[in-house]
């Protein structure tokens, strides 16, 4: 009895809702300030655990590779030296793929406005200052939109350090996944933003509001961006019908209005990189993607095994572990609140469905109906909608564990019992039927019986509500950082540049002006970084000619589609450096692109390929086929080229512009015409389509003014 009378002044003191008050009263701030204190705490320990370098970048454990070398640091490097070294805007990129758009592809973030933080910072710095930042904005967006939907200080400050650390998150990062993070850390603003337009009282301010953080998504990734407005789209849906709006007309056209103006001041604000999207969607290899290769890194049934045992180590695309503590706390909270969170429950089902691919009817049927989904490949990434989800409801459930008072005793302590019950004997069955079991895993699987020991606890008034809140919260982030430190680590460039050094100087000494690599033997990051145009790369944003015509000329046939030019075809256990060891390149056609030398792990046997030398274990030949060419680039989308011998024709005019591809002026639609016999040409990226996207983006937000000013007016 003493107990319950100790209990209930908490209660009625804590619990906002038995007095009528909000979660914003007077001890948010410093609420707010020991959370971002913990926020603080946890993170750092995340750096500290995998190794943290600044002058590093994130690799997964033993991985060979890193979008974040591999890409994103060659972007944020040539942005950084068109604008600072050539004091221009960067239309255009002649290092990779032959030639390629670089404004217009979304993964080079040129519109995402974090990203112009390279003017200021070296490439490195600026990505994991930019990969800190995102992290940080997710945990404060987590806690502010939990805070916002009820959540107390406590346990929004579990969902706000649980959600940043989530498995899926920090794979993606190990991964170089960059993109996903900074996307993935608007994810519960977008939510916060929803929640504060689809109130009665909303103004036009949280339509702006909403405007600018679904903007802001967008820009960070275009493809995570669809998953996070789908659900941002039924949540708003949910709380209209819910709240009953829909009843009252004068306050449906208001909410009709500030939707409308929000998400015309989004299509406003990321206009310039919609457009261009749009204008070359249809020369893309994208565009006619089939379904076995659009449902690449599904999720496979027994993937899911790996929700209880989390996969230390494993790969990014397929990290389903969202913390065994956290799937017991989601459990609890659908199973004390059905009727407020089986919703949610439905949503992380319906996201699991989608992840399997051609495995899952939804799937199946979704991008049978609407081929243009098949753009977003790899639906794994649909589980990053759960990576948000699960910490939430797990935050509830811990709520819900100290709050819920009005089961007798008898009963919590049956509920208790059976949670933790079951919980070990599952823990107990996985050590039994996965012998080979890793032993961080096996303590891993310690997180079940354990939360579930402290719920009980907490049920049974053995803990103070307070205590068990940190207890729990405190299990979680120790879950989370357990399998984390097995994710991530960082390496210098003495790891993944440094050691490429000499093959680079030994090609520009030679006067190179593009390279081949049929076996990647020349990494992008190497190339970036000491100017060498490649006439393959690693890239998703590629233009359909340029993949036919690089078919041909280096006799690598793409089996369905592929991120890399040429293709890494490898059997079995090989090693990259191995890939179209049998393909026979053709000298001449790539003479055409202006490829001046092939680089290989291995030797070439091919006419007018003449070997020049061997650095390290790489073959280096010179293409005798490649017609003498002099490039004066005037900046990043500027190329004048000069035919220095007696040979003729558009082929040679067409390559050495790097604006295009094999063939006619017409073939790939160069800015510029060809003319046969002249010795000199011209070519320059216009900035046609940035012109475009501002136009539409300015007509975008005067009709996203008009809507909000209309929707006002409706309410007087």
């Not at 008898?410 to 933790?420: H, K, W």
């Amino acid at each position: 009895a003493m107990r319950r009378l100790a209990w209930r002044p908490y209660r009625r003191i804590r619990c906002g809702k038995r007095l009528g008050m909000s979660p914003s009263s007077s001890a948010r701030e410093p609420a707010w300030r020991r959370f971002g204190v913990a926020l603080a705490v946890a993170l750092l320990a995340l750096l500290a655990l995998t190794g943290f370098d600044p002058d590093g970048l994130p690799f997964q454990p033993d991985a060979l590779f890193s979008d974040a070398a591999t890409s994103h640091w060659p972007s944020a490097l040539f942005l950084r030296r068109a604008v600072l070294d050539d004091g221009a805007f960067p239309l255009w990129r002649p290092l990779l793929l032959g030639g390629q758009p670089f404004a217009a592809n979304p993964l080079n973030k040129v519109w995402y406005p974090p990203q112009w933080l390279a003017l200021a910072l070296p490439p490195a710095i600026h990505l994991n200052t930019l990969a800190a930042l995102h992290l940080v904005l997710a945990g404060a967006g987590a806690w502010v939109w939990g805070r916002a939907t009820g959540l107390r200080a406590g346990s929004a400050a579990l969902f706000g350090l649980a959600y940043p650390l989530a498995p899926r998150l920090v794979a993606a990062l190990g991964a170089g996944h960059l993109d996903l993070i900074y996307a993935a850390a608007w994810f519960p603003w977008v939510l916060w933003a929803v929640w504060r337009v689809t109130r009665r009282e909303a103004r036009a301010r949280n339509a702006i509001l909403l405007g600018v953080v679904a903007a802001l998504c967008f820009l960070a990734d275009v493809r995570l961006s669809a998953y996070v407005f789908v659900t941002a789209t039924a949540y708003g849906v949910g709380r209209v019908i819910a709240s009953g709006m829909w009843r009252d007309r004068r306050a449906t056209i208001h909410l009709g209005g500030r939707l409308v103006g929000g998400a015309l001041m989004a299509a406003g604000l990321s206009a310039p990189q919609w457009v261009s999207l749009l204008l070359v969607r249809g020369e893309l290899s994208r565009g006619d993607i089939s379904l076995a290769d659009a449902a690449f890194g599904a999720i496979e049934p027994a993937g899911w095994a790996a929700l209880l045992l989390g996969d230390h180590g494993g790969g990014p695309e397929t990290m389903v572990y969202a913390g065994a503590s956290v799937l017991a706390l989601a459990g609890v909270a659908i199973l004390a609140r059905p009727r407020q969170l089986a919703w949610w429950g439905a949503v992380v089902v319906v996201a699991a469905l989608y992840a399997m691919g051609e495995l899952s009817p939804l799937w199946l049927a979704l991008n049978r109906l609407i081929p243009a989904l098949r753009w977003w490949r790899v639906p794994s990434r649909a589980w990053l909608v759960a990576a948000l989800v699960l910490p939430y409801l797990a935050a509830w459930g811990a709520q819900v564990s100290v709050e819920r008072l009005t089961v007798g005793r008898v009963a919590r302590l049956a509920l208790a019992a059976a949670i933790g019950g079951g919980l070990a004997c599952a823990a107990t069955a996985a050590f039994a039927l996965v012998p080979p079991l890793k032993l961080g895993t096996a303590f891993g699987v310690l997180a079940l019986p354990v939360t579930a020991g402290t719920v009980a606890l907490a049920l049974s008034h053995r803990l103070a509500p307070s205590h068990a809140l940190a207890l729990l919260t405190a299990i979680v982030v120790a879950d989370l950082l357990w399998i984390d430190r097995t994710l991530l680590e960082w390496r210098g460039a003495d790891e993944w540049l440094e050691p490429h050094r000499p093959l680079a100087e030994f090609l520009l000494d030679d006067d190179a002006i593009r390279v081949y690599s049929p076996s990647y033997s020349l990494p992008q990051q190497a190339a970036a970084y000491w100017e060498i145009a490649q006439f393959g790369g690693v890239d998703p944003f590629q233009r359909a000619a340029f993949v036919d015509a690089a078919a041909v000329a280096t006799g690598v046939r793409p089996e369905g589609y592929s991120v890399t030019i040429p293709p890494l075809h490898v059997e079995g256990d090989a090693q990259i450096s191995e890939a179209n060891r049998g393909a026979i390149p053709d000298a001449e056609r790539l003479g055409a692109w202006l490829v001046t030398h092939v680089v290989a792990a291995y030797p070439l046997d091919v006419e007018e390929l003449s070997f020049i030398g061997q650095v390290g274990e790489v073959y280096v030949y010179r293409n005798e086929a490649a017609p003498a060419v002099t490039l004066n680039w005037n900046g990043p989308n500027r190329v004048t080229a000069r035919l220095l011998d007696d040979t003729s024709g558009p082929l040679y005019a067409v390559a050495a512009s790097g604006l295009g591809g094999m063939g006619a002026a017409d073939d790939l639609g160069l800015p510029g015409e060809v003319k046969p016999g002249a010795q000199s040409w011209t070519f320059a990226a216009e900035p046609d389509e940035i012109a475009l996207g501002v136009g539409a983006g300015i007509a975008c937000l005067l009709l996203a003014g008009v809507a909000l000013w209309g929707a006002n007016r409706a309410t007087r």
